[in-house]
């Protein structure tokens, strides 16, 4: 059910391509600033935006995302304090008839002290855990999830560039898997309507100059959360993930990115809410556990104007136990993209990746950067 977070993030980045600001003239570091004397303090008109990405990955196949987001007015202060609030839906089908629906709200306010973000949403999504072309035969399993999902985090900034707050999600969901060979298709439930409730807390650091498009600072993000659940097969579970993102300006018109991540689960964790490696180069679900780390860099090299290149590699693991991560095989992924600058004021990209790894290969398109 994480696809409708990715689905409702995909948009509200590319959203932003509405905004009026300009800084395309302007250091890379910073935007400018903007004087109180020079410029009246009141607020801008919102901005409506209607936005259709076409999407292709290994996991759900190609579609294409559509949907509408209303960007509320900011005065020229507000701009240099903090990011617009911004209320949107999406929706999403793709080839393989997955679908999703979700509604999504962000807010920033008393000079981004504060943030909330809110997702809600439905979906149905089917997979291909196993495909023809593994097997080498006619045969394959499939695995299909649909449900809804509900998910709130409040933060406070309490020192300097950190912020602190609570988590809580909802998740009602059924699930099947269906065996299919040359002469029959055999479905059976697998833990059919499972809902998880979870409560927690994130501690997050951020120095990044431009959110949606870095060129220096760090963020840092922790979170933790205890899940109930309420279904035949009772068993709560708890789940912890750390994420690390730096971000090195190395003269124009060159930026290397590079993330880690980390990710832990106990208890009688569901299928869909397992650690897996989130690396561009295969499916989302193809390497599943109670624990998972992963690596990745990235070198985005600004060609022409708003014309862009990258090339990034990156590897992980995925297992029962961090213990025994020497124990199991790694697996490591590698590609190149083409980039292309949509809005320099926030220098938000419009992006297409070639990824390849011993597994599979993937293309993706998609706005904003993969981190």
Same mark, same amino acid.
């Given at each position: 059910?994480?696809?409708?977070?990715?689905?409702?993030? %995909?948009?509200?980045?590319?959203? *932003?391509?509405? +905004?009026?600001?300009?800084? #395309? &003239?302007? @250091?890379? $570091?910073?935007?400018?600033?903007?004087?109180?004397?020079?410029?009246?303090?009141?607020?801008?008109?919102?901005?409506?935006?209607?936005?259709?990405?076409?999407?292709?990955?290994?996991?759900?196949?190609?579609?294409?995302?559509?949907?509408?987001?209303?960007?509320?007015?900011?005065?020229?202060?507000?701009?240099? %304090?903090?990011?617009?609030?911004? *209320?949107?839906? +999406?929706?999403?089908?793709? #080839? &393989?008839? @997955?679908? $999703?629906?979700?509604?999504?709200?962000?807010?920033?306010?008393?000079?981004?002290?504060?943030?909330?973000?809110?997702?809600?949403?439905?979906?149905?999504?089917?997979l291909s855990l196993i495909t023809p072309e593994e097997t080498g035969?006619?045969?394959?399993?499939?695995?299909?999830?649909?449900?809804?999902?509900?998910?709130?985090?409040?933060?406070?900034?309490?020192?300097?560039?950190?912020?602190?707050?609570?988590?809580?999600?909802?998740?009602?969901?059924?699930?099947?898997?269906?065996?299919?060979?040359?002469?029959?298709?055999?479905?059976?439930?697998?833990?059919?309507?499972?809902?998880?409730?979870?409560?927690?807390?994130?501690?997050?650091?951020?120095?990044?100059?431009?959110?949606?498009?870095?060129?220096?600072?760090?963020?840092?993000?922790?979170?933790?959360?205890?899940?109930?659940?309420?279904?035949?097969?009772?068993?709560?579970?708890?789940?912890?993930?750390?994420?690390?993102?730096?971000?090195?300006?190395?003269?124009?018109?060159?930026?290397?990115?590079?993330?880690?991540?980390?990710?832990?689960?106990?208890?009688?964790?569901?299928?869909?809410?397992?650690?897996?490696?989130?690396?561009?180069?295969?499916?989302?679900?193809?390497?599943?556990?109670?624990?998972?780390?992963?690596?990745?860099?990235?070198?985005?090299?600004?060609?022409?104007?708003?014309?862009?290149?990258?090339?990034?590699?990156?590897?992980?693991?995925?297992?029962?136990?961090?213990?025994?991560?020497?124990?199991?095989?790694?697996?490591?992924?590698?590609?190149?993209?083409?980039?292309?600058?949509?809005?320099?004021?926030?220098?938000?990209?419009?992006?297409?990746?070639?990824?390849?790894?011993?597994?599979?290969?993937?293309?993706?398109?998609?706005?904003?950067?993969?981190?």
């Open positions: 059910m994480r696809i409708l977070l990715v689905l409702a993030t %995909s948009f509200f980045l590319s959203g *932003t391509a509405a +905004a009026q600001e300009d800084y #395309s &003239n302007t @250091s890379p $570091a910073r935007a400018p600033d903007i004087r109180k004397d020079e410029i009246p303090l009141k607020a801008q008109k919102g901005n409506i935006v209607a936005v259709p990405i076409p999407m292709s990955n290994p996991t759900l196949d190609t579609g294409l995302i559509a949907g509408g987001a209303y960007f509320y007015g900011q005065s020229p202060e507000q701009k240099q %304090s903090q990011p617009a609030t911004v *209320t949107g839906t +999406a929706a999403m089908y793709t #080839s &393989n008839d @997955s679908w $999703a629906f979700g509604v999504f709200h962000d807010a920033y306010w008393n000079e981004d002290a504060w943030r909330f973000t809110g997702v809600a949403g439905v979906a149905d999504v089917r035969t006619e045969d394959s399993v499939d695995w299909s999830v649909e449900g809804t999902f509900l998910n709130l985090e409040l933060s406070r900034r309490f020192s300097g560039d950190w912020y602190a707050g609570g988590v809580f999600r909802v998740i009602d969901t059924s699930q099947a898997i269906a065996f299919n060979s040359d002469d029959e298709t055999i479905e059976f439930d697998l833990d059919q309507d499972i809902r998880a409730i979870g409560a927690g807390f994130a501690v997050e650091y951020d120095t990044r100059d431009i959110p949606t498009g870095p060129y220096s600072g760090m963020q840092f993000e922790a979170e933790a959360l205890y899940n109930l659940r309420s279904s035949e097969n009772d068993g709560n579970y708890q789940t912890y993930s750390l994420t690390f993102r730096s971000y090195h300006h190395l003269g124009d018109p060159l930026v290397l990115a590079w993330e880690a991540r980390g990710c832990g689960r106990d208890g009688a964790v569901p299928l869909w809410d397992a650690c897996r490696i989130q690396l561009r180069g295969f499916a989302a679900f193809d390497y599943l556990g109670l624990s998972s780390y992963s690596g990745q860099a990235e070198l985005r090299w600004r060609a022409y104007k708003r014309l862009g290149l990258a090339v990034f590699a990156g590897g992980g693991w995925a297992g029962n136990s961090f213990s025994t991560a020497g124990e199991n095989e790694s697996t490591a992924s590698y590609g190149a993209g083409i980039r292309y600058e949509v809005l320099p004021a926030k220098r938000l990209n419009m992006r297409l990746d070639f990824a390849w790894s011993d597994e599979s290969n993937g293309i993706y398109l998609s706005v904003g950067e993969a981190f």
